[in-house]
């Protein structure tokens, strides 16, 4: 399964390309060319990349929805 975001204690990770970071964001995009109207596709990012990932989609005209990720569920603390 590779839809990010969808369940608890979600360990993302940046979705730019060679990026291995933590992700902060949460980008939720449609293609309406291909996607129908309910359809999302879910993409996460670092502080560093959510602009560009959030202008490389809006560059599209694609829909583009950026919010936080919510913090995962506390896990046993290290
Ligand atoms: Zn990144």
């Not at 949460?26 to 560009?52: L, Q, S």
């Amino acid at each position: 399964m590779s839809d990010l975001a969808h369940g608890q204690g979600v360990d993302a990770t940046c979705s730019r390309a060679g990026c291995r970071a933590a992700a902060d964001w949460r980008i939720d995009w449609r293609n309406p060319r291909i996607h129908a109207a309910d359809r999302r596709k879910t993409w996460v990012a670092c502080d560093e990349h959510v602009g560009y990932l959030r202008d490389f989609l809006t560059a599209r005209d694609f829909p583009v929805w950026v919010a936080p990720l919510a913090p995962a569920e506390p896990e046993a603390t290290r």
